[in-house]
């Protein structure tokens, strides 16, 4: 996804330095906070046809040193710190998992005659293979760059795509094989409008995905519907998502927040522990801000 600072020209870079040195003085201790994001307060976004003071909103948030990483436990949704977390699930292999010019895994799912394993390094490419049980065998089958694996009632299926610069794209890949000890394959079977970054699915089939610049759900039909049409969350970068256990609510970790979507209302907010964990922009900042993207 496009980031504040790949919009404004080299000469504002004055503009990003400062901001950063301002989060890291800020953040140089982490405060206390409790996990469950039902005890969290909302931060409001400003509308979109304020651009001035989105761009305020956005860039505060994007510089934050805070990302947020959402799960469940004991029936409640909670949210850690990235960098306390240890949920690395391609870590679950216990093998080497490089191929080809691929030296880290993105994700993994296992499967009845061994592991589908997705790379997905960026701009600089991606790639699905097939790893034996043990890792002494794979063979690739595909270029997609994986984001994540998911299963329906049909079989599996996984997210890929890829946002960079001002280019944004993804797909749904159905992953089969014809029959027993066939090679595996993937095909594409939704076009995405965005790169998808996380993706939960409901009890009854719906795979709700949220993408860099929008949040869409996709049924049995295999349709997708929009449910945010112009997500504020382009800059801060989501990385998982969760149902609450009735799944009336979708929870979203990213940078600075936790993105609270509510299925049945279509209402999104964004979360934060406290008020400590909110970065801000100085009024020099601020004003060089607007005054770039516009705004009072």
């Not at 292999?93 to 009845?112: I, M, P």
């Not at 970054?197 to 349709?223: E, Q």
Request: hydrophobic share 40%; aromatic share 12%; proline share 5%.
């Amino acid at each position: 996804m496009v980031g504040p600072e790949t919009l404004l020209p080299m000469r504002h870079a004055v503009i990003f330095a400062s901001l950063l040195l301002g989060a890291l003085r800020l953040y140089a201790s982490e405060p206390a906070y409790v996990q469950d994001v039902t005890r969290w307060h909302s931060v409001d976004a400003p509308s979109a046809s304020d651009r001035g003071a989105r761009m305020v909103w956005s860039f505060a948030a994007n510089y934050s040193h805070f990302n947020w990483h959402v799960f469940t436990k004991d029936g409640e949704v909670r949210a850690q710190l990235s960098s306390e977390t240890t949920d690395v699930r391609p870590q679950q292999l216990s093998f080497t998992r490089e191929a080809g010019k691929f030296r880290r895994a993105s994700t993994a799912a296992a499967v009845d005659d061994g592991w589908l394993v997705g790379f997905n390094e960026g701009e600089f490419g991606g790639a699905l293979y097939w790893f034996s049980r043990d890792g002494k065998h794979s063979y690739p089958i595909s270029n997609d760059q994986i984001v994540d694996f998911f299963s329906l009632a049909d079989g599996i299926y996984a997210i890929e795509g890829l946002a960079h610069l001002s280019g944004s794209r993804g797909s749904i890949l159905r992953i089969t094989r014809p029959k027993e000890g066939a090679p595996w394959r993937a095909q594409s079977v939704v076009a995405l409008p965005y790169a998808p970054y996380a993706v939960s699915v409901r009890r009854d089939g719906t795979a709700v995905i949220t993408l860099s610049d929008s949040l869409v759900s996709v049924g049995h039909d295999l349709k997708a519907e929009t449910l945010v049409p112009d997500a504020p969350w382009g800059a801060l970068y989501p990385t998982c998502s969760v149902l609450a256990p009735d799944e009336q609510k979708l929870y979203i970790g990213m940078r600075q927040f936790v993105g609270e979507f509510d299925l049945k209302t279509k209402t999104l907010r964004f979360l934060i522990p406290s008020d400590q964990f909110l970065n801000t922009l100085s009024k020099e900042q601020e004003a060089q801000v607007r005054q770039q993207f516009g705004g009072s």
